[in-house]
Structure formats: C-alpha cells, structure tokens
C-alpha cells in the first residue's frame, strides 16, 4: 500500500547539482532508518546516505562532503542534495525506508523495508 516516488533526476554538468526527492504515498509510521542507495550500470548497489531515526546521519566516502541527506516529516519526503558531481556519480538512485514495528509485549519486531522505482542521474559534459 505504501509507494515511494523519487524525482528530481537527470542529465547535469560535472561541478553541477541536483536535489533529489522520495516521496512516500502516505505517512509511514515507525521509520527505523531512511537511506539512499545507488547503481551504475555494471555495478553493485551501493548505500549513498542512511539516516536513523534519532540518531545521525553516515555517507560513503566517495561523496562525503558533497551530498546532504534530509527530510521533512510533515511532508512525507526525504532528500538527496548532491553537489559538485562527478561523472562517477552517474547511476539510478533509490530511496529506501526501513520500519521495524513492535508486535508483541516482548518486544520482537517485524522489519519492513519500502523502496522507490528510483531516478536517474547522468553527470556528463
């Protein structure tokens, strides 16, 4: 029932920038972590940013310093600002939200992971 669509996707110069967006469908409850993750065509899906609930916010090296991950409850929405891109950076983003819900008085609980269509990004002169 829940849907993720990101955006915000395309072609850029290197040096360039783009903010990405997921918006999520619905309000999701219980969010444990948000995250972006990426492919290069060839290549492995690789984790981009995670934000926990609560907690801070990790970044692979290779874009440390460059792509800033937030979000905005009331909005249903989380972010990818990336700046001065590279060529390396070409790939199609997901956006994925995990929810980890109670479902007994013990405590157990049961993961949920949502993920987008993602959208692409071309960096290229």
């Known amino acids: 029932q829940v849907q993720l669509v990101e955006s915000g996707g395309g072609l850029v110069q290197p040096g360039g920038s783009l903010r990405l967006s997921c918006e999520a469908s619905g309000r999701i409850f219980d969010i444990h972590s948000m995250a972006w993750h990426r492919q290069a065509p060839g290549k492995e899906r690789e984790l981009v940013a995670s934000?926990?609930?609560?907690?801070?916010?990790t970044y692979a090296d290779s874009v440390k310093g460059r792509f800033t991950m937030s979000r905005d409850n009331a909005k249903n929405t989380v972010y990818l600002q990336m700046n001065s891109l590279k060529p390396e950076d070409t790939a199609v983003y997901y956006c994925n939200i995990e929810v980890r819900r109670v479902i007994n008085v013990e405590g157990a609980t049961r993961r949920i992971d949502y993920w987008g269509k993602g959208t692409l990004v071309t960096v290229s002169a």
């Open positions: 934000m926990i609930t609560g907690g801070s916010t």
